[in-house]
T-cell receptor, first 113, second 111 residues
């Protein structure tokens, strides 16, 4: 089975721009979660989707949004980028939402200049 | 919400020694406790997990122990090798669906 894929792998943007990141989960997985990873803050939960519905959201501003499509693929969008948004954005998929193993993709490294 | 504390934040051991990383959690509804290993430039990868109906699980040189009463679980790596050097994360997902991760432990195995 193919693993979780994320595109693009690297991205450079400037302040004020917006960005869209994509995640394709493992085939058959219906839950997709997004995390922001920075050296000082560890893995911070952004949001979780299951069957196209957002089930949970972390403590991030409204500039961070996401969605999930009927094929379980997910996108996250960050608008009005700030320098502090520079991070590794990780996507993880699991079969269901209830205390299941999450499988992570390689991440998208975003640099905001 | 769930709070997960992980210790130590850094750990340096000599090749062949054992390494132990501990996590405590707050939500008694948590019943599944995975450990992830993250190597440089990669996403976290599951290395071992345990459910609350068992107290210990082993997989070759890696083991996880769980004490539900005290709300803590630990990762044990024996006979460490240089390739074990990485960042290790514990997690305590809840039925609410939000996964809370520990802050990570950077393990360095010196040859």
């Amino acid at each position: 089975k193919a693993g979780v894929t994320q595109t693009p792998r690297y991205l450079i943007k400037t302040r004020g721009q917006q960005v869209t990141l994509s995640c394709s989960p493992i085939s058959g997985h219906r839950s997709v979660s997004w995390y922001q990873q920075t050296p000082g803050q560890g893995l911070q939960f952004l949001f979780e989707y299951f069957s196209e519905t957002q089930r949970n959201k972390g403590n991030f501003p409204g500039r961070f949004s996401g969605r999930q499509f009927s094929n379980s693929r997910s996108e996250m969008n960050v608008s009005t980028l700030e320098l502090g948004d520079s991070a590794l954005y990780l996507c993880a998929s699991s079969l269901t939402v209830y205390q299941e193993t999450q499988y992570f993709g390689p991440g998208t490294r975003l640099l905001v200049l | 919400g769930e709070n997960v504390e992980q210790h130590p934040s850094t750990l340096s051991v000599q090749e062949g020694d054992s390494a132990v990383i501990k996590c405590t959690y707050s939500d008694s509804a948590s019943n599944y406790f995975p450990w992830y290993k993250q190597e440089l430039g990669k996403g976290p990868q599951l290395i071992i997990d345990i459910r609350s109906n068992v107290g210990e699980k082993k997989d070759q040189r890696i083991a996880v122990t769980l004490n539900k009463t005290a709300k803590h679980f630990s990762l044990h790596i024996t006979e460490t090798q240089p390739e074990d050097s990485a960042v290790y994360f514990c997690a305590a997902p809840t039925n609410a669906g939000k996964s809370t991760f520990g802050d990570g432990t950077t393990l360095t195995v010196k040859p």
